[in-house]
Structure formats: structure tokens, C-alpha cells
């Protein structure tokens, strides 16, 4: 029993003293848990696991995201995240409970701290898996989900708040046949739930489905994916300008001398928890490995209705090569287009029906479009932008197993030569060069280090609503990752 006083003291060590009754309540109530848990993975059939992460980031920020104008100078942050997660798993059951902080250096008071006010401590991952057979399961809870190169649904593991889904899935697999398949859906709704379709005024969707298959061919030299995804929102909420009119009578003691008629308008909001639009996004990607060559292709379709009710027609494709040309350097090259919407002022009729811009909906777009992240905002929530299309080359030397260089230039240009407002414009938006120092001198200890310069043309400074001409945008960070394992019954 002193070993396990002692577990119980070490959990207790995360909990702040100076946090409410109600919370300190909920918060020994998940230590208990643990503990049970504890006690659980003893058993020689069971597997219990307490392992954590640290991850601060220190930036400059130049120009990040965003372009600057002469007025703006650049700044320095310090971003943080930190983890403490608890896996056991036997021969039926598998789960993961884990607690997430992840926050800006100095938005909590350091006397009196309000990290639970301002939503910096919450549960990131809650799930539970369930093994119907050997190669059959279904996982329930709150989860974090990446397939392929993470395009479509990732972790966004560079944010540290990362991202997570309420949902059901289901799992299956053939090994000796090398395949497996995943199978999605979540149903979200506000709380309490109702007794009818109630209003939804999240910014999350309503609901959402996919189905996922994989399958290697030639003892892992091809590797081929397929995956469909749906996903629906409600009708966003519209706004009626009412008008009321009162008459506001002038007395002069007993006699009526005359009135006005004072009239105002008021804005009413109306919901449509009825009105729901899907959208539908269905492709594959293709990988090939041989010797020192690696290939990629990939390609997606977008139908039926975005948000607001718009048809939306769309598509992404993309292929790149690698080539180990010697031990410790690497090449690879690339391309990739995304649909985009004309928005010629003479189309403009057809612009209000219909879309063609591509949505990459749940992706990790920082590790696909650039470290400076200049277009996540776009590609995410701009239904009619012109597109995007982008060359790039990487070069990669490792100069030891625990030590890497990585440098990366893209391209990038419109697809269409309009912006959202009418105004045409060239088509080139500039380029980006992204220098990656990667050290691991432990296997839990990362150390990761970044210089991002982008070079702007005159059409990305309209794209950011500048009208002087600006100087490039640049980006450094510095960010470590330390993941210890304070606790497991596995053997050594």
C-alpha cells in the first residue's frame, strides 16, 4: 500500500489548491478514477499507462499569418502546452483519458489563477474502444482522428490546443491481407438536448460521416487509400430589419396641440434548425516506395451544399517525387491545385449560386501550405476564393539518427484571376522559404527549430487589404517537446 500512496500523492501534485469547491470536487473525482485504474493495471491481463507532455514554443512573429503594413513591428510570444494522459488497455477494452492546458504565456494571473475561466484547462481526448474480435472494434468518446497525410481530418497537432471530435467509429481490418477500414459519424447538438430539432449555433458541424480503406499491395511498395467524407451545417441565422412606428402625442394642459410619429428599426433574429446543407468530399491518395524512390498522388471531389445553401462544385489534386540521392540527402519535388471560383463581376449571377472553391474542412493545413500558415483562413473558411496552386522542393539532411536539416521553398499563385470583390489581378502571390532544424538527442525529447521568410507580390497585398507596398514577412520559432512516462506496468 506505500506504493500506491505514494501514486495517489504524485497524482495530487497536478491539482491547484486555489481552484473552486465545485472543481476540486470534479478534478479528485478524475484522480480516484485514475487510481482505480491504477489498481486495475496491476492485473497481469492489463496494460496501465501514465505518460505526459510539455511543449513550449517561443515566437517571433513578423508577418505571420498575415502580411504587415509600415506601421506594424514585429513581436515575441511564448506559447505553451501541457498534457497528463492516462491508457489502459486489456484484451476487450481500450481507453485514454487525457487532461490538456494549453494557453499564451501570461493570460492567467500568476496570484490568482483563472485558467479554468478562461477555457485554458479542458479534457482533450475521452474514449473507450471495444474489441468485438480480434479484428473488429468500436471506439466512443471524444477522439483525435488523422488519416493519410492529414489533409482532409488531422490533429492541427502545430496549435496546442490541437483538435478533437465527439463521435462513434468503428474499426476493421484483414492483417494478413493488409487492409483496414475505418467507419465515422458524430451527431452534434447543443445543451440540453431537446425533445425536437432544437437550434444549433455553433460553428462546428451538425453532423458528419466518413468511411475510410486502405489496402498494400506488393509486400508495402504501393500503398493505396480511399476515403469519403460528409459533413452538414445548419442554415446559419438571418436577420429581418423590422419596422415599428409610435405616435408620441403633444399636450398642452387639457388640449391636444399636435403629434409626431417616431419610427424605428430593429434587427430579428431567425433560426432554421430545419434548414441543414451537406457537403460531400470523396478521393484517394496513391504511395509508392522502391529502392531510394518515394512517390505521391492524391486527389479529391467536393459536391452538394455549403452553408448557406450554395452548390458547390470543386476539386483538389496533387502529385510529388522523392529521391534519396545520397544516404544523408534527400530530394523532393511537387505540385498541387485547388479549385477556385471565378469571380469575373460578369459571372457574377452564377457566383451566388455556386462555388468551385476546394474546402481542405478538417486538415493540418501548417505542414501542407507553408510553415507561416498564410493561407489557413482561406482554404478553410473563404467558400468563394480563386484557388490555389503551389510548386514546391524540399531538400532533407540528416546529418546524424538524432539531428536533421530541412529546407523548403514553394510558389504559390491563384487559379483564377479575380479576388472575391471583382478586382483582377496577377496571379502570382509570392513565395515562402521554410529553413526546419530538427535535434532528438532522448526519444521523448524533441527539440525544433524554424526561420520562415515569405516574399509578397502586389496581389498577396491585396489579399491581405494593404495598399502600400510592404518588405518581406518573416517567422523563427524555437519549440521543444517532452513527453515523460511517469507511470506503466508494461515489463522492461
Not at 478586382?423 to 532528438?440: Q, R
Not at 510592404?470 to 507511470?487: A, D, E, H, N
Amino acid at each position: 500500500m506505500h506504493g500506491f500512496t505514494g501514486r495517489l500523492i504524485f497524482f495530487s501534485t497536478f491539482v491547484p489548491t486555489h481552484l473552486n469547491k465545485d472543481t476540486m470536487k470534479d478534478l479528485y473525482k478524475l484522480i480516484l478514477m485514475a487510481a482505480f485504474l491504477l489498481l486495475l493495471g496491476t492485473s497481469s491481463m492489463a496494460q496501465f499507462t501514465v505518460s505526459g507532455e510539455f511543449r513550449p514554443r517561443a515566437e517571433y512573429r513578423d508577418g505571420y499569418t498575415k502580411l504587415r503594413d509600415s506601421t506594424q513591428t514585429g513581436y515575441g510570444d511564448i506559447l505553451g502546452r501541457a498534457r497528463i494522459i492516462f491508457d489502459y488497455k486489456n484484451e476487450k477494452f481500450t481507453t485514454r483519458f487525457s487532461l490538456q492546458h494549453a494557453f499564451v504565456f501570461g493570460e492567467n494571473n500568476f496570484f490568482n489563477s483563472d485558467t479554468i475561466r478562461n477555457n485554458t484547462v479542458n479534457i482533450f481526448e475521452a474514449w473507450f474502444k471495444y474489441n468485438f474480435l480480434s479484428n473488429f472494434s468500436v471506439r466512443v468518446g471524444r477522439i483525435t482522428i488523422s488519416y493519410d497525410d492529414q489533409r482532409l481530418i488531422g490533429y492541427n497537432n502545430w496549435k496546442p490546443q490541437g483538435s478533437a471530435h465527439d463521435m462513434v467509429g468503428f474499426q476493421w481490418g484483414a492483417t494478413k491481407a493488409a487492409y483496414q477500414g475505418d467507419f465515422g459519424f458524430a451527431i452534434n447538438n447543443t445543451s440540453p438536448a431537446g425533445a425536437f430539432i432544437s437550434n444549433y449555433n455553433m460553428k462546428n458541424y451538425k453532423y458528419m460521416s466518413y468511411l475510410w480503406n486502405q489496402k498494400t499491395f506488393f509486400k508495402d511498395m504501393l500503398k493505396v487509400s480511399v476515403m469519403a467524407l460528409v459533413d452538414a451545417y445548419q442554415l446559419p441565422t438571418q436577420y429581418q430589419t423590422v419596422t415599428s412606428s409610435q405616435i408620441l402625442w403633444v399636450i398642452n394642459g387639457t388640449d391636444t396641440v399636435g403629434h409626431t410619429t417616431i419610427t424605428t428599426k430593429s434587427q430579428v433574429p431567425i433560426t432554421n434548425p430545419n434548414q441543414v446543407y451537406a457537403r460531400f468530399t470523396v478521393g484517394g491518395n496513391a504511395w509508392f516506395n522502391w529502392k531510394n524512390l518515394s512517390v505521391w498522388a492524391g486527389g479529391y471531389y467536393q459536391g452538394g451544399h455549403i452553408q448557406d445553401g450554395r452548390e458547390v462544385s470543386a476539386y483538389m489534386f496533387g502529385a510529388n517525387v522523392g529521391y534519396q540521392i545520397v544516404k544523408p540527402f534527400k530530394l523532393m519535388i511537387g505540385y498541387e491545385q485547388l479549385s477556385g471560383t471565378d469571380n469575373n463581376p460578369a459571372n457574377k449571377v452564377d457566383v451566388a449560386k455556386k462555388v468551385n472553391s476546394f474546402n481542405v474542412l478538417y486538415g493540418t493545413n501548417h505542414q501542407l501550405y507553408g510553415y507561416m500558415d498564410m493561407f489557413n483562413s482561406m482554404l478553410q473558411s473563404t467558400y468563394n476564393y480563386p484557388g490555389l496552386n503551389q510548386i514546391y522542393a524540399r531538400g532533407t539532411v540528416n546529418f546524424s539518427k538524432v539531428t536533421s536539416l530541412e529546407a523548403t521553398y514553394r510558389y504559390f499563385s491563384f487559379g483564377k484571376e479575380y479576388l472575391t470583390d471583382g478586382t483582377k489581378v496577377n496571379k502570382n502571390l509570392g513565395s515562402e522559404l521554410d529553413m526546419m532544424f530538427l535535434y532528438k538527442p532522448l526519444p521523448n525529447v524533441e527539440l525544433n527549430a524554424a526561420y520562415c521568410y515569405f516574399f509578397p507580390t502586389s496581389t498577396m497585398e491585396l489579399l491581405n487589404g494593404l495598399k502600400s507596398s510592404v518588405r518581406g514577412s518573416q517567422y523563427v520559432y524555437l519549440m521543444i517537446t517532452y513527453k515523460p512516462k511517469f507511470f506503466s506496468t508494461e515489463k522492461n
